[in-house]
Nanobody
Framework: QVQLVESGGGLVQAGGSLRLSCAASGRTFSSYAMGWFRQAPGKEREFVAAISQSGRITYYADSVKGRFTISRDNAKNTVYLQMNSLKPEDTAVYYC??????????????????WGQGTQVTVSS
């Protein structure tokens, strides 16, 4: 398994931007598809974005498409989530996750075996 540590969360006004980072331990980072999920209070964990091992394939939830961008740097063992035009409904704890396969279209939390501890993102109106 790979260990994941998220950073970059915080408080931002609506319309603002944040960039989340997820640093992975181990030498096999490039073997893992990576995903970002989020969970708001009282709600289930939901898919946000995912990226393939090479970075050539990406998927996004409809709610973030055009505003968020997932990317990865395999040399730095890091995956990023650039979040622009943030809305109050984006408020949640954001988790990065690693899995060996990437489901086409809308990855499920069940596809990912390793998870970070989460980072809080709060968007004020």
């Amino acid at each position: 398994q790979v260990q994941l540590v998220e950073s970059g969360g915080g408080l931002v006004q609506a319309g603002g931007s944040l960039r989340l980072s997820c640093a992975a331990s181990g030498r096999t980072f490039s073997s893992y598809a990576m995903g970002w999920f989020r969970q708001a209070p009282g709600k289930e964990r939901e898919f946000v974005a995912a990226i393939s091992q090479s970075g050539r394939i990406t998927y996004y939830a409809d709610s973030v498409k055009g505003r968020f961008t997932i990317s990865r740097d395999n040399a730095k063992n890091t995956v990023y989530l650039q979040m622009n035009s943030l809305k109050p409904e984006d408020t949640a704890v954001y988790y990065c996750a690693a899995g060996l396969t990437l489901r086409v279209g809308k990855p499920s939390p069940r596809d990912f075996a390793s998870w970070g501890q989460g980072t809080q993102v709060t968007v004020s109106s």
